[in-house]
């Protein structure tokens, strides 16, 4: 027996090795070229994930169970939570009759301002909707916003400043805002002037009924009453979680963004997810359309996919290589289930995570891992 190998498989070996070497060297280059071009990434994919949160108890611990990096509870100011350094909390400053008070929450701002520097600042919550939350018009949100958005750039100059947080962002919605936006022009004396109290674009992402023939969803904004040619209908339930319905509408809103000059600004969606509660909880046995369980998780993963990944060469931010959107927050961390879906954290059930829950877990976990980023795939 020869005491050299088989000269063709010794042969194999040495052109494989050889193929391989140049292969891994070529990469190497084309590595070294990708990264010596690309920008610093805005916000690590991890960084952009946030939580909404309705109810205080046990929040800090939930949170660090899902890898969240900001948390938003619509409070002005951060009273009882103590939160990990890594987790951002949301300031919300409501602009409803209720608290703004005639113009009282003008002098109790300042001294909030001033306990916390450097942060953000969301002015108004669904401003636009009727009857719930801030429920007012375009131009008395504009109004209320240019005097809060001027003192705290006046107390803050750090501070940044959300505008919008629509409940969804429809073309009526779109119309809403273009009133607020026309309103703080003439305030402020001018566009630029405008734009300068907005260092953020804050919307919400549900997708709800708007026309107000049907009993349930969003309704129509304050002021389009007799004015509603665009408000959206859906008479499927299953539209409330579709990832084609969610996606085309963050496209098209940035689309208008770039349109007004906007392009160069954050874009959050402070608050979204799908709301109506699991169909196995409020109706067992039917199948209407509404969101099982399930549904909403893949829902979820669907939405995370889409934003972690979605550019736009005309449209993105350019300093976030043209990503449409820079943060998101889904609802919610720990609501009742039988209120809402989406529920990460059963508080009926000594706060046990959910489907949706885990969902989210294994998903900034995957993310916090050494592997290269894929969107996860449902099955």
């Not at 309704?219 to 040619?229: A, K, L, Q, R, T």
């Not at 809103?253 to 109506?276: D, Q």
């Not at 209407?288 to 979820?300: R, S």
């Not at 972690?308 to 449409?324: C, I, K, Q, S």
Request: glycine fraction near 6%; include cysteine; proline fraction near 5%.
């Amino acid at each position: 027996m020869s005491k050299f190998p088989n000269h063709k498989i010794y042969n194999s070996l040495i052109i494989l090795f050889c193929f391989s070497v140049v292969v891994v060297s070529a990469l190497f280059s084309i590595d070294l070229a990708v990264h010596a071009t690309e920008p610093e990434p805005y916000y690590e994919p991890i960084d952009r994930f946030g939580i909404t949160a309705p109810y205080p108890s046990g929040v800090e611990t939930l949170i660090e169970k899902i890898n969240a990096r900001a948390v938003l509870d619509w409070g002005i100011e951060n009273y009882s939570l103590t939160l990990p350094d890594y987790v951002e909390y949301i300031h919300v400053i409501r602009v409803n009759d209720t608290a703004w008070g005639n113009g009282a929450l003008l002098s109790t701002l300042p001294d909030i301002i001033e306990r916390n520097p450097g942060v953000v600042w969301i002015i108004g919550n669904e401003p636009d909707r009727y009857y719930y939350q801030d429920s007012v018009t375009a131009e008395v949100y504009a109004q209320r916003y240019y005097d809060i958005a001027t003192l705290i750039r006046t107390t803050d100059t750090s501070a940044k400043i959300g505008f919008g947080s629509v409940v969804q962002p429809t073309p009526i919605r779109i119309r809403y805002l273009n009133k607020a936006l026309d309103e703080l022009e003439t305030l402020a004396n001018n566009r630029a002037e405008a734009m300068d109290l907005i260092d953020i674009w804050s919307i919400h992402a549900f997708i709800l009924n708007e026309h107000p023939d049907f009993s349930w969803g969003a309704g129509v904004p304050m002021g389009f009453e007799s004015d509603y040619y665009d408000a959206i209908k859906i008479t499927d339930y299953s539209d409330t979680y579709s990832i084609e319905i969610f996606s085309q509408r963050i496209f098209d809103f940035r689309t208008w963004m770039n349109s007004i000059g906007e392009r160069e600004k954050p874009l959050w969606i402070t608050e979204y997810g799908s709301l109506f509660p699991d169909l196995e909880i409020v109706c067992p046995g039917c199948n209407d359309g509404w969101p099982t369980e399930e549904d909403t998780k893949n829902y979820m993963i669907n939405t995370f996919n889409y934003l972690v990944n979605a550019r736009d060469l005309e449209t993105g931010l350019l300093e976030d290589d043209n990503h449409l959107v820079q943060r998101w927050f889904w609802y919610s961390l720990n609501d009742y289930r039988y209120n809402f879906g989406g529920s990460l954290f059963d508080p009926e059930n000594n706060y046990q995570i959910t489907m949706a829950g885990t969902a989210f877990k294994n998903y900034t976990n995957y993310l916090l891992s050494d592997k290269v980023y894929l969107p996860l795939v449902n099955k």
